[in-house]
């Protein structure tokens, strides 16, 4: 039972930043994997990036690589989503996620998690 809570979506013009946030339950925070996914109006979920449980290991959807970055701190039981250099099209709710038994890698695949958050609205202007 992991309780996922985003924060710190909003509107932000493009060229900006936003950090967002995910908070989680639990005392076994270290041991899970989280991963970040997105939603725009009329499409498919799609991920964003994993970042792996214990080792802290990263990957990154091509959309993303080289703007976002995704960080862990496990004495918060957080995980983070720095996005940079926003374009209109990152326009979406985000998403975090969460597997407990998963691999020491990073998954991509909306499939291997268990637990989601409720999401947080990012919009970027022209």
């Known amino acids: 039972q992991v309780q996922l809570v985003e924060s710190g979506g909003g509107l932000v013009q493009a060229g900006g930043s936003l950090r967002l946030s995910c908070s989680a339950s639990?005392?076994?925070?270290?041991?899970?994997?989280m991963g970040w996914f997105r939603q725009a109006p009329g499409k498919e979920r799609e991920s964003v990036g994993a970042?792996?449980?214990?080792?802290?290991?990263?990957r990154y959807a091509d959309s993303v690589k080289g703007r976002f970055t995704i960080s862990r701190d496990n004495a918060k039981n957080t995980v983070y989503l720095q996005m940079n250099s926003l374009k209109p099209e990152d326009t979406a709710v985000y998403y975090c996620a969460a597997v407990l038994s998963g691999s020491i890698w990073p998954g991509l695949a909306s499939n291997e998690y268990d637990y989601w958050g409720q999401g947080t609205q990012v919009t970027v202007s022209s």
């Open positions: 639990g005392r076994t925070f270290s041991s899970y994997g």
């Open positions: 970042i792996s449980r214990n080792s802290g290991i990263t």
